[in-house]
T-cell receptor, first 113, second 118 residues
Framework: GDSVTQMEGPVTLSEEAFLTINCTYTATGYPSLFWYVQYPGEGLQLLLKATKADDKGSNKGFEATYRKETTSFHLEKGSVQVSDSAVYFC????????????FGKGTRLHILP | GAVVSQHPSWVICKSGTSVKIECRSLDFQATTMFWYRQFPKQSLMLMAT?????????EQGVEKDKFLINHASLTLSTLTVTSAHPEDSSFYIC??????????????FGPGTRLTVL
């Protein structure tokens, strides 16, 4: 079945460092790919998405490119801030109907001032 | 916009009792709501999908008689954990799809409910 694998955390970086959180997926079709973020005490929020190969999703300085050839959707940010500390979930969905979203296990990110 | 709330945010109950968790879409109509369970350091696992006015669709391995889901209106879904036991202790999260923007399967998530069964 479909699945999402992302790097285990926690990841600890200093402010202004470069961030990469790896994510790979397996899917039978052509899924849409997502990154969700969960700030402390809050619900998951959609950070960015990409719906087809070579699409780049971006938001709040974060970027991820849909790489079909490597089945990857790595999250990157050039200069992280303390406020980026959160748990990040990579996810996929096969369809645009009522199909479910399959999540990775999440990666906790700590940014030190 | 697109805010989803859950109530309560945490609950502690005795083994054998039933607990009801509410999920509300505050500023939009949700044709579909989803219930997830999250264990520590684990991913969100979909338990069931509920559509307004119809029976919920449960994922394989989820006991429908234990986890009762009601989606009575376009803004409210409830999850009732019946005869709760310590192994039901977990973090329960709901999400809702906005009727007005169904494209890309975007779901809006509630903040979650921490259930502890003693």
């Amino acid at each position: 079945g479909d699945s999402v694998t992302q790097m285990e955390g926690p990841v600890t970086l200093s402010e202004e460092a470069f961030l990469t959180i790896n994510c790979t997926y397996t899917a039978t079709g052509y899924p849409s790919l997502f990154w969700y973020v969960q700030y402390p005490g809050e619900g998951l929020q959609l950070l960015l998405k990409a719906t087809k190969a070579d699409d780049k999703g971006s938001n709040k300085g974060f970027e991820a490119t849909y790489r079909k050839e490597t089945t990857s959707f790595h999250l990157e940010k050039g200069s992280v801030q303390v406020s980026d500390s959160a748990v990040y979930f990579c996810a996929l969905s096969e369809g645009v109907g009522d199909d479910k979203i399959i999540f990775g296990k999440g990666t906790r990110l700590h940014i030190l001032p | 916009g697109a805010v989803v709330s859950q109530h309560p945010s945490w609950v502690i109950c005795k083994s054998g009792t039933s607990v009801k968790i509410e999920c509300r879409s505050l500023d939009f109509q949700a044709t579909t709501m989803f219930w997830y369970r999250q264990f520590p350091k684990q991913s969100l696992m979909l338990m069931a999908t509920s559509n307004e006015g119809s029976k919920a669709t449960y994922e394989q391995g989820v006991e429908k008689d234990k986890f009762l889901i009601n989606h009575a209106s376009l803004t409210l879904s409830t999850l009732t954990v019946t005869s709760a036991h310590p192994e039901d202790s977990s973090f329960y999260i709901c999400s809702a799809r906005d009727r007005g923007r169904n494209y890309y399967n975007e779901q809006f998530f509630g903040p979650g409910t921490r259930l502890t069964v003693l």
